[in-house]
């Protein structure tokens, strides 16, 4: 079992800026490929950004390229989200997953392992 907290959401207006971290532990991290996944309200969630086990791949959706930046520490077994230029369409819910390095990370299937959220409000 891999067990995942978030932490570092909160409210912000439009234009400044977060950074999530999501800590891992229970198994080795540096086996997992890890993404970051948001939920707005009355939408389905979407993968935002994700990163391969070594951190030298990475993956962002179209609406956050160029605003955020996804890193992992693998000897302190944490990911981050740098969110720069929010907008308020960036609020929602976000959740940090993982998944075996095994699976391509290309893929949004696959991630076992969820944190419980953190929140992140933008205002305009």
């Known amino acids: 079992q891999v067990q995942l907290v978030e932490s570092g959401g909160g409210l912000v207006q439009a234009g400044g800026s977060l950074r999530l971290s999501c800590v891992a532990s229970?198994?080795?991290?540096?086996?997992?490929?890890m993404a970051w996944f948001r939920q707005a309200p009355g939408k389905e969630r979407e993968r935002v950004a994700a990163i391969s086990w070594s951190g030298g791949s990475t993956y962002y959706a179209d609406s956050v390229k160029g605003r955020f930046t996804i890193s992992r520490d693998n000897a302190k077994n944490t990911m981050y989200l740098q969110m720069n230029s929010l907008k308020p369409e960036d609020t929602g819910v976000y959740y940090c997953a993982a998944k075996s390095r095994l699976y391509a990370l290309g893929s949004a299937d696959g991630y076992d392992y969820w944190g419980q959220g953190t929140q992140v409000t933008v205002s305009s």
């Open positions: 229970g198994r080795t991290f540096s086996n997992y490929n």
